[in-house]
């Protein structure tokens, strides 16, 4: 279990021998543990590669369990619950997953582009999809990520994303909302990094800026994912031109 960020890990998982999980790229896994004699479950998706054999690796953040206010709804009581489930683990434990599910599997030249928009850990799926299409020299499809965060310390997978960004169908943009000086950054963020947050205008923007036709891809909270939809069919996509994980 590494820590990538002051709240968020990267733990890896063993798989039996040199077995590989066999997800497509878009799907995700269901963690089970129990709590207090409760039973807690919560989607995953693998950011490791698809063909990666005897392993797996996820993004889990730590989100404790809320007493009181500001939010004691069943959905942030039970991903509080599953953060102490993962941190009572050490190494050996057994994990119980479940998999695989999902409503979106991607294929190779499936789509002209694809606008990707994630807010936090909802980065997660976007990253099996962009290895499988920068690991597939057959694959043409153009990618424009922008993935929101609060602060630039906070950005998770930066050496992956840089990497990505390298290749020559493949942009990335960044959204912090709690940074507001681009000279805080380094250069190579500073032209593809916007401050605040993700909004109707700049939703328009990419969407014109894109090279061939888009379809997106959404992920991130509740509140973000609502948002994204009215965004992206006010900017003129229609309701099976995108995708809400």
């Known amino acids: 279990m590494d820590r990538i960020t002051k709240d968020t890990y990267r733990v ?27 039973e807690i479950q919560r989607a995953y998706t693998p950011i490791s590669p698809a063909n990666a054999e005897g392993y797996f690796e996820v993004l889990i953040k730590h989100v404790p369990v809320p007493m009181k206010s500001p939010c004691v709804c069943s959905q942030c009581y039970q991903t509080g619950l599953m953060s102490r489930y993962v941190e009572s683990w050490r190494a050996g ?13 991607y294929k190779p030249n499936q789509y002209g582009e694809l606008l990707m928009l994630a807010s936090g850990t909802g980065l997660a799926p976007m990253v099996p999809i962009l290895h499988s299409i920068t690991d597939n020299a057959d694959d043409e499809t153009f990618v424009t990520l922008v993935s929101c965060f609060k602060t630039f310390e906070g950005i998770y997978l930066k050496t992956f994303l840089q990497e990505q960004a390298r290749f020559w169908n493949v942009r990335t943009f960044f959204v912090l909302s709690q940074e507001n000086s681009l000279e805080q950054l380094p250069w190579s963020y500073r032209e593809k990094t916007w401050f605040g947050r993700l909004t109707q205008d700049l939703i328009e923007e990419l969407v014109r800026s894109c090279r061939r036709e888009p379809f997106a891809l ?11 939809a009215r965004y992206l069919l006010h900017a003129g996509l229609a309701e099976d031109s995108y995708f809400l994980f």
Request: net charge negative.
């Open 12 to 38: 890896q998982f063993a798989l039996p021998g040199n077995s590989q999980l066999n997800l497509r790229p878009g799907q995700h896994l269901i963690l089970r543990g129990i709590v207090d004699d409760l």
């Open 218 to 228: 959404v992920c991130g909270s509740a509140e973000f994912t609502k948002d994204m």
């Open 93 to 105: 434990d057994t994990a119980f997953w479940r998999g695989p599910f999902g409503g979106f599997s």
